[in-house]
């Protein structure tokens, strides 16, 4: 698969590959992806990750969608040449780490009646974000309370979408605002001209 942007299609064995589950037999993962079938092969040496919290492989369901990264590209020879791994090309790869990927919203929130959420996504959309005593907070990877949350913060809610525009959100993190719109310069003024001189009479 060619890579993508913003966790767009991306091969499975680089980073941004991910899919959906649609079978788990022994330790292999099927994946339905972007270009076709994947094959994940797992070992007890593979990361798995939901939430920004550890899980074991049993939690994986079909159905999720995962993002998955292959063994490290490059890794020093006892030569100390580099080795190169190549890209899976059959359509089969090890795990080295494998994260769940829930459903995102991302905006600005405009208001927070009672953890009820209105954002304003990127596109301008509205979005609703429900959050309950259970949701986590977070600032960056420190986990903080729902009072950093208010009208203007931009966060990145993680859940169960409950439809188009809804979410019920497990994870809420705040992030930095993007920076405003350049704004053109304002256009000098004309010069002035100087003012003409008169010779005394």
Same mark, same amino acid.
């Given at each position: 698969? $060619?890579?993508?942007?913003?966790?767009? %299609?991306?091969? @499975? =064995?680089? %980073?941004?590959?991910?899919?959906?589950?649609?079978?788990?037999?022994?330790?292999?993962?099927?994946?339905? /992806? *972007?270009?076709?079938?994947?094959?994940?092969?797992?070992?007890? +040496?593979?990361?798995?990750?939901?939430?920004?919290?550890?899980?074991? *492989?049993?939690?994986?369901?079909?159905?999720?969608?995962?993002?998955?990264? =292959? %063994?490290? !590209?490059?890794?020093?020879?006892?030569?100390?040449?580099?080795?190169?791994?190549?890209?899976?090309? +059959?359509?089969?790869?090890?795990?080295?780490?494998?994260?769940?990927?829930?459903?995102? *919203?991302?905006?600005?929130?405009?208001?927070?009646? $009672?953890?009820? @959420?209105?954002?304003?996504?990127?596109?301008?959309?509205?979005?609703?974000?429900?959050?309950?005593? +259970?949701?986590?907070?977070?600032? $960056?990877?420190?986990?903080? /309370?729902?009072?950093?949350?208010?009208?203007?913060?931009?966060?990145?809610?993680? =859940?169960?979408? /409950?439809?188009?525009?809804?979410?019920?959100?497990?994870?809420?993190?705040?992030?930095?605002?993007? !920076?405003?719109? =350049?704004?053109? %310069?304002?256009?000098?003024?004309?010069?002035?001209? !100087?003012? +003409?001189?008169?010779?005394?009479?």
């Amino acid at each position: 698969m $060619g890579a993508g942007p913003m966790g767009g %299609p991306g091969p @499975l =064995g680089g %980073p941004g590959g991910r899919g959906t589950i649609t079978a788990i037999s022994g330790s292999t993962l099927t994946l339905r /992806t *972007f270009n076709g079938t994947e094959t994940v092969d797992t070992s007890s +040496s593979t990361i798995y990750t939901k939430e920004m919290a550890s899980i074991t *492989f049993a939690d994986l369901q079909v159905g999720d969608v995962v993002a998955v990264a =292959g %063994p490290p !590209p490059v890794s020093p020879s006892s030569s100390g040449s580099a080795k190169v791994t190549p890209a899976p090309t +059959s359509g089969t790869v090890d795990a080295s780490r494998i994260t769940v990927v829930e459903p995102t *919203f991302v905006g600005r929130v405009t208001t927070d009646r $009672g953890g009820l @959420l209105t954002l304003v996504g990127r596109d301008g959309q509205l979005l609703t974000v429900d959050t309950t005593g +259970s949701t986590a907070y977070y600032r $960056g990877r420190q986990k903080v /309370t729902s009072s950093v949350v208010s009208d203007g913060t931009v966060v990145v809610a993680e =859940g169960t979408r /409950t439809g188009v525009t809804s979410l019920d959100a497990v994870v809420v993190s705040v992030v930095p605002a993007p !920076p405003a719109p =350049g704004r053109a %310069p304002a256009p000098h003024d004309p010069p002035v001209p !100087p003012a +003409s001189s008169k010779s005394a009479s």
